[in-house]
């Protein structure tokens, strides 16, 4: 807890009915918090199962509705929780706490490095020396370190910085969906339907790991319920109806690159969507594809620096980090800067001969680490939970997020099982230990 005497908050005033969200406006919130920079590289990364990973886009977002499910009742179950962690802890205990913590941390830098990478592939379509991995990773590096001093200057200036670029974000994949539809080749997307040959039951389980990606943060969903006109029922609903507007956008657009582009470029492509622009449109919008997003995954970096800082503040709050991280509300300037010297190491480690290999081993180890903390809080919520009703969608979140960890490629899965076993260590060796001794 903070050591800083705090004001006593004068009650807040109930919001009246005509001021809260109905279902409808509240999906279009959620929809938002979803669609983002994630997308701009994600058709290289799902090149090599083509067409048909449009089937993975529906059983991802099947899983990313339940999901937002499990949120919202650990959400109206346990409102006054800190988080993921506090989901966790509340249903599992300290333990628990300590490794969503820290894997939600470690996934927020991990990410990050994966939307570093997405923001120099469209640079790239400037300035093509970019595709070349040495000077890709110094690109990597300088956007990351860029965005952390934005984050030691304050909190506000990173959230305006990821504010202000929000809007242009959606550019992009709007100019895409529409070239989709204007030059849309069935044969040239029936002949990307599966490029390997291998049968579907294969191939699309093992692009799970990767689509999921575009629906991190499913569980900002639960944050609504105060806002909504009938939360009981109409959080997840909007949460369902949220997902689904996404993966209309996700799969209209992904559908539009491999109906357009033919599949060996997709692959050999750092910019697909600034590509799909320029093959419809000409290089004009071709360029103003490339400006929005870039603008949009610095502005991405910016937010998720932060965030991993005051996830770093909030663990060291807890005791699962030391008080270096931060004390109460503060948050010295060590954490940034160690998160992104952490990041600095993950870049220069993930370094693969395209920018789409290193995107794809990224976002997949990202993705890995994260439903693991999506298939904790879904036994959290199976223990808190009383109704028969709330059981059975803790148990479906938990079936998926363990199918799409069971399915992903084994580089994925092993830093994963790496992490996880640095932390029961670390536990046991000095996290327990030090709690005990302060007891």
């Not at 800082?309 to 160690?338: C, I, K, M, Q």
Request: glycine share 12%; with cysteine; proline share 5%.
């Amino acid at each position: 807890m903070s050591d800083v005497a705090r004001p006593v908050p004068l009650p807040e005033e109930p919001l009246t009915d005509r001021h809260k969200l109905g279902w409808g406006l509240a999906a279009l919130v959620v929809a938002g918090n979803m669609i983002g920079s994630g997308l701009y590289l994600l058709p290289v990364s799902l090149a090599p199962t083509g067409g048909s990973s449009l089937i993975g886009w529906l059983v991802a977002a099947a899983g990313a509705a339940t999901l937002a499910l499990v949120f919202g009742a650990l959400g109206r179950l346990q409102p006054d929780a800190d988080g993921l962690a506090g989901f966790a802890e509340r249903g599992l205990g300290r333990f628990a706490g300590f490794n969503v913590s820290l894997a939600f941390w470690a996934a927020c830098l991990v990410g990050n490095v994966a939307v570093a990478v997405a923001a120099t592939g469209y640079l790239g379509f400037f300035w093509p020396v970019l595709k070349d991995p040495v000077a890709a990773t110094f690109c990597n590096l300088a956007i990351i370190w860029t965005a952390t001093i934005a984050y030691i200057f304050g909190t506000r200036t990173a959230s305006w910085l990821a504010a202000a670029a929000l809007v242009i974000g959606l550019v992009p994949i709007a100019i895409a969906v529409v070239a989709g539809a204007r030059a849309f080749d069935p044969a040239l997307f029936a002949a990307s339907w599966s490029p390997s040959g291998a049968p579907l039951v294969e191939s699309v389980p093992a692009s799970l790991a990767i689509i999921f990606w575009a629906y991190l943060g499913v569980e900002s969903a639960a944050a609504l319920s105060r806002r909504v006109r009938n939360p009981g029922a109409d959080v997840g609903r909007a949460s369902v109806a949220g997902v689904g507007l996404a993966t209309v956008v996700y799969v209209a657009a992904t559908v539009s690159v491999f109906g357009v582009i033919p599949l060996a470029e997709i692959q050999a492509s750092s910019s697909p969507y600034a590509d799909l622009a320029q093959r419809v449109f000409g290089g004009s919008i071709a360029g103003l594809v490339a400006v929005c997003a870039i603008v949009k995954t610095i502005g991405t970096v910016g937010g998720w620096v932060m965030m991993g800082g005051e996830t770093a503040r909030a663990a060291a709050r807890h005791g699962y980090l030391p008080s270096g991280f931060g004390a109460g509300d503060r948050t010295p300037v060590a954490n940034p800067l160690l998160g992104a010297a952490i990041m600095s190491v993950v870049t220069v480690l993930s370094g693969q001969p395209t920018l789409g290999g290193q995107f794809g081993l990224l976002v997949g180890v990202t993705s890995v680490l994260t439903l693991v903390v999506y298939a904790v809080c879904s036994v959290s919520l199976f223990r808190l939970a009383q109704r028969p009703r709330t059981r059975i969608i803790a148990v479906a979140g938990l079936l998926f997020a363990s199918a799409a960890i069971a399915f992903a490629a084994p580089g994925y899965v092993l830093p994963s099982v790496g992490f996880f076993t640095l932390m029961v260590v670390a536990w046991f060796g000095v996290v327990r230990r030090s709690s005990a001794r302060r007891g």
